[in-house]
């Protein structure tokens, strides 16, 4: 098949994005398939040749590409393309997507994983990898998706606010400590603090302002670190995270031997049934499809409480998913594959 690994973008998790779209572009092309990674916002200004010959490009278009522990400069992004438009769509994305037989979604953040992509591509007939547009921006909510979800899933108690910097002295005073502190439309926990002070809790509204004005402020529920993917609609071998300091960071996600990961988890048998099951309810109030990763604290008593979930799950050298796959088997290669086939079966029934 001809496929376009779209990455990068305009959000704060551009460089993992880059990472994820850079190893599925090989893994695909690997299995046979004409694929190519493109930038979302950067786009096609760098390509020489004919836009009727791109899926033949050397190496599909791919450079050697790695997270740096610093996030990345999106004003620096922004000035270094060329087409100064308003489009997050760079020159021919929309045109090759076109040619393409399915769009691997690689993205990450509201720059493609909050359902804006998908439903522009709903309405221009492209056919894309993971969950529909609706499922897409709930599941960005961290607000929303907790709303939706409560019911039926344990979770931290929260409460969303939208602040300005005037408000966060009185944030301050007003909120049980400990907590989360965490932006309410970011992944990959940037902007997330655990703040155990009110000094700590001023600084981290502070800096959540940079990501917007709302936050979710989340009760600190201390435990184990298990997240669970979903693929095809079923749960894989749980995961235990145990950051070597601090906690599961943007840096420890993805610096590699910042983090020891497990799979499967060692839990017991009837604390991994938990929270399997807690996964597989969430991955269906939401309407999702294909597949997605959630995040869950587990107390010593074995309750898994939910924190998250995501719809287009890192696929970096250091991400998670494909170490839950590879526990039942599966390569990075056949990964990519299988979500291109669920995706395509997705596509059609909708």
Known sequence: MKIVVLAGGLSMERNVSLSS?????????????QAILVDMFLGLESYQGSLDEIFDAPDGLCSDYSVAKEEPDLAAVRAGRADKSASLFGKDVLNVCRMADVVFLALHGTCGEDGRVQAAFDLLGIPYTGSGYLGSAVAMDKDLTKRLVADYVVTPQWRAVTYTEADIDKLANETKLPCVVKPIANGSSIGVSIVHDAASLRAALKECLAYGNRVVLEEYIKGREIQVAILAGKALPSIEIIPRSGFYDYANKYQAGAAEEITPAPIPPEWETRVR???????????LTVYSRADFIVTPDGTPYFLEINTLPGMTPTSLVPQEAAAVGMSYEELCEKIVEESLKARKNA
């Open 21 to 33: 779209g850079t190893k599925v572009c090989r893994a695909l092309r690997a299995r046979g398939h």
């Open 277 to 287: 099951a807690a996964t597989e309810t969430v991955f269906r109030m939401l309407g």
